[in-house]
């Protein structure tokens, strides 16, 4: 699925080599170089952040050819009666191609991969995400700039899915396969939900929010990551300030979601188990 490594290695030195001197993107071989970093991204050979064995990697590189592909693209006019867009960003086109169904307005900027049989209801999907196999963007859900989406996720309504590109080092928001995200949850600063979890309508997450599970006999309280297969809604906790106590939003894991229940299914119902609005 990825470009060999000796011509990643070769773009990545010289998109350093571009980072550092900016005046090298007068020379053709470095922007040549950076279009065909954001090419390898559209078609899912080069990814901002990567799988490993002890968890996520962010490129960096990668990021900042994103960034330099900015610099050196040239504002146009689209007319597509009756919209008119003035942008320097291409955005996607043959999605039959692709296999990728696409519904009227929906709208993916060039350097965004869209796998095969993704479905994209009026929403937008901005340049450095991944949208693997099988997932659903659902009618105004957004998915921001390097954000990661797995296999078979359902992002529904109205769903934020934060986008980054700088500061360089940080991690993009990252939903692994098989996750449900209920309608308008915000999900942004590089959060991690992991595979096949749950998360109720309007939970949102931030770096800080407190993640808190209160599914057993004491409260386990995670920040930044969602656990695998977790049913997540949301909660508040009472904060004390010097005006005095206030309620703090949080997310409360109360349960996990059934192996026996089937996994299409179990989407939705392992929010009806807990009488959990989806």
């Known amino acids: 699925m990825y470009v060999c490594k000796k011509n990643s290695m070769v773009l990545e030195t010289l998109i350093l080599e571009a980072w550092q001197n900016r005046e090298l993107l007068k020379d053709p071989k470095y922007t040549d170089a950076v279009k065909s970093v954001i090419e390898e ?55 039959k191609e692709l296999g990728v169904r696409a519904v009227p307005p ?28 099988g997932s659903m963007v659902d009618t105004w859900a957004t ?37 449900f995200i209920g309608s308008r949850c915000i999900v942004v600063e590089g959060v991690i939900v992991e595979k096949e979890a749950v998360l109720g309508a ?39 300030f010097n005006a005095g106590e206030y309620h703090v939003s949080c997310a409360l894991i109360i349960g996990q979601r059934k192996a026996s229940t089937d996994l299409k299914t179990s989407l939705n119902d392992a929010l009806r188990d807990f009488n959990v609005s989806a």
């Open 202 to 240: 309007n939970v949102v997450l931030t770096q800080s929010t407190k993640i808190i599970d209160v599914s057993g006999n004491e409260p386990i309280e995670y920040k930044g990551r969602v656990p695998a297969r977790s049913v997540v809604i949301p909660g508040s906790y009472t904060k004390k």
């Open 41 to 95: 991204i559209d078609k899912g050979r080069v990814r901002v952040a990567s799988p490993g064995e002890s968890g996520w990697v962010v490129n960096e590189w990668v990021k900042q050819a994103i960034l330099l592909y900015f610099g050196i693209q040239q504002m146009q006019t689209w007319n597509l009666p009756p919209f008119e867009f003035y942008d320097k960003m291409l955005l996607k086109t043959d999605y």
């Open 143 to 179: 998915v921001g700039s390097c954000a990661q989406i797995g296999k078979h996720v359902h992002l529904s309504g109205g769903v934020g899915i934060g986008g980054v590109l700088e500061p360089l080092q940080a991690s993009p928001v990252i939903i692994e396969d098989g996750c």
């Open 106 to 133: 929906a709208t993916a900027r060039y350097g965004a991969y869209i796998a095969k049989s993704v479905v994209l209801m009026p929403s937008y999907v901005n340049i450095g995400a991944y949208v693997d196999e």
